[in-house]
């Protein structure tokens, strides 16, 4: 029985509802934007640890434990006037891409060596890339969409070769509701300066 549910499309779509729910409040700074991502992260662990992706599996652990952390910084900030939006220099993202790299040829290499995991090289991207835009989003950093776009858009293609059509959908549907969620914040930004 829960076996099934576990299996079943709706499930799926469901989580993925869910995720838009949270990209459309994060988009808003609004704070339940984060009760939305831990229940959405919790059932996509199932999701992707169905479908074999292990990485895409263990990001949804460290979603749900940023989904508590996130909450717990904007709740701290939410007594502030300001929006508390800001931007990375240069040496902040060359440190971070730089991070990024070593982790994705490292645990591609090791899912290559030790696991049967599908695309592991491309799930590792997707997978730290995920964890450096979700810390990003935590910390109220602008560029957090533009990391978020690019990660998701190696998403779509990894998704569709798994077959997970709702997942690969909902993942198009950010593409889209990012642009408007880096013009929303730029503009949060600009007007609080």
Known sequence: MISD????????????FLAITYLVLAMQQDIRCWIAWIISSVMYFFVMLT????????????YLIMGLYGWSQW??????????????????????LSLLFVAVVCFGYL??????????????????????????V??????????????DFVSVFLFLSRELYPTA????I????????YKAWLKSMSTHE
Do not use: C
């Open 169 to 172: 959908i909902l993942f198009v």
């Open 75 to 96: 709740k701290r900030k939410a007594s502030s006037q300001s929006s508390n939006i800001k931007t990375w220099t240069l040496r902040q993202h060359f440190s971070a």
């Open 138 to 151: 935590a910390k109220k950093v602008l560029e957090n969409w533009i990391y978020w776009f690019v990660v």
């Open 111 to 136: 899912l290559t060596a030790n696991t049967n995991a599908v695309s592991p090289y491309i799930d590792s991207f997707t997978t730290w890339g995920a964890i450096l835009a979700t810390y990003m």
């Open 51 to 62: 479908a074999g992706l292990v990485m895409e599996a263990a990001l949804q652990i460290f």
């Open 5 to 16: 549910l576990l299996n079943s499309i709706w499930f799926e779509v469901f989580a993925a």
């Open 174 to 181: 950010y593409l889209i509701i990012i642009v408007f969620g």
